[in-house]
């Protein structure tokens, strides 16, 4: 069954919001080697297991809000299934060369949310 396997928190500094969420929830972060400013995030639940993992970066557009994005066999026919469903793509089908893909999406409700595919050979 599609999950949640992976959080995006847009930030204004960065720097900033990796002190708050270190020190607020001991999230651990790794800065992954990119043109702008990102880190990977590692969390974990109460008991001290592996949490869902996330992603955070320089805020893109003034709106952007936290992403979840839910692990899918195939970004292609889930791309169709929201269509079917009345949701809207804002995002076509990306690679993340390396890692796999990725595309966002809009509920019918307005919500945003993004379809994650791994795929180490993704170029």
């Not at 928190?9 to 960065?14: E, I, K, T, W």
């Not at 990102?38 to 869902?52: A, C, F, M, Q, R």
């Not at 469903?85 to 919500?111: F, P, R």
């Amino acid at each position: 069954m599609p999950t949640i396997v992976h959080f995006d928190l847009p930030a204004d500094d960065p720097e900033r919001a990796k002190k708050f969420y270190e020190n607020l929830f001991d999230w651990k972060f790794d800065k992954v080697p990119m043109p702008t400013p990102y880190y990977l995030i590692e969390t974990s639940d109460l008991e001290g297991n592996p949490g869902v993992r996330g992603g955070m970066g320089k805020r893109g557009l003034p709106g952007q809000q936290v992403s979840n994005y839910i692990d899918v066999p195939s970004v292609d026919d889930y791309l169709a299934k929201v269509k079917n469903l009345g949701g809207n793509v804002i995002m076509q089908k990306t690679a993340v060369s390396g890692w796999g893909y990725l595309a966002i999406c809009v509920d019918t409700e307005n919500n945003t949310f993004g379809l994650w595919e791994e795929d180490s050979n993704a170029k």
